[in-house]
């Protein structure tokens, strides 16, 4: 009988090498290795090269950055997605996609597992096992991290002792995980939530004190709430991304430092870096501020937080993701126009927006002679929309008194007139 079949995410790394030889061993299976390269992965045939040398059967490699932009990215942007209203959720977006992959592979090459090189103890196992089972409940699920119980110092030992190449250069004393979208930093010294983080933590943006002291003025078209181009000149969504990665991290744009609580509520101190995201997603709601209604902006904005936790909670392969995602498409109908961001000394903000679906009016805003607001109307609908407000001043807050308490619950009163 012919070996079982796994397919493994492997990121060329010590985990997901050691991985490679540990199922072999453990599992006895053969193993095909699936790098998938969304903005992360820097030398592909050399990892495609090691995959092979530490024994997987097939190394197979994907360039998927258009698809990451085009399908999760630009769609979290339209939502204004952002975990606890500040992470933009980099990691997060790409396990759906990676897992996807894997899928299509082990159906590809008639796997009957397919394995991740995620811990036991973070969101990213979760987005992984519960996507993965959305699309394939069939497929066995390894997760060696998970499983091998192997401190870092005999996962080192494992490695020497099957020749798989430790790495030469220094140990990244920090756990980070990367892809188009941003850089996320956990572990090692920012364990400790009063630590400054480390110069050294940063690779995508420069701190504000040594960017440049002209700040940078840059214009962003969107079409339907996703960027089209940059100073007028339009771009591919991926260099579109990370040119805007270049400018607002010379401009020191884009660092975050969080205390996020993971799925399971465990509190975590993370620090990304996402300028490109932090820019969009601020330039994005500006302008949805000048072409969406009151009502929309409302709506939407709860939305965005239920869009976020549904990332985040590993709930993409979802009909609630569906359902949300018909919604926010919708609202993006007259989403048309440019902003123009001044980025400054690490911070970025909106200094301009024009659009042909403004519902900004001129005549109507101003307090000047274009006037043409009639405020004579206002008295009458003033007497109206006030007067739910004073029957119930009447009769509850008042209750016969003279003045209004200043005190707002029954116990501060109390105290009050003591
Ligand atoms: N806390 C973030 C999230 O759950 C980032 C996880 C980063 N993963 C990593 N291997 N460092 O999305």
Known sequence: MPKKKVVLAYSGGLDTSVAIKWIAETYNMDVVTLTVDIGNVKNMKEIQARALKVGAIKAVVQEASDDFIKYFVWPALQANAMYQGIYPLATALGRPLIAKLLVDVARQEKASAVAHGCTGKGNDQVRFDVSVNAMAPDLQIIAPAREWHMSRDEEMDYAKKHNIPVPTTKRNPFSTDENLWGRSIESGVLEDPW?????????????????????????????????????????????????????????????????????????????????????????????????????????????????????????????????????????????NGTVRMKLHKGTSSVVGRKSEESLYNYQLATYDKADTFDASASIGFIRIWGLPVQNQARTQLLKGRQSMPLALTEGDDAKSKK
């Not at 079409?223 to 591919?236: N, Q, T, V």
């Not at 909670?313 to 109908?333: E, K, P």
């Open 195 to 335: 630590t400054e983080p480390p110069a050294e933590v940063y690779q995508w943006t420069k701190s504000p004190s040594d960017t440049p002291d002209k700040p940078a003025y840059v214009e962003i078209e969107f079409a339907h709430g996703i960027p089209i181009a940059l100073d007028g000149k339009h771009l591919e969504s991926v260099a579109m991304v990370k040119q805007m990665h270049q400018l607002a991290g010379l401009h020191g744009v884009g660092r975050i430092d969080h205390i996020e609580d993971r799925l399971v509520g465990i509190k975590s101190r993370e620090i990304y870096e996402s300028p490109a995201a932090t820019v969009f997603i601020q330039a994005h709601k500006a302008l949805e501020n000048m072409t969406l209604s009151k009502e929309q902006i409302r709506f939407k904005d709860r939305l965005a937080n239920e869009y976020a936790e549904m990332v985040y909670n590993g709930l993409w392969f979802t009909s609630h993701h569906q359902d949300m995602a018909a919604y926010v498409q919708s609202t993006q109908r007259h989403v």
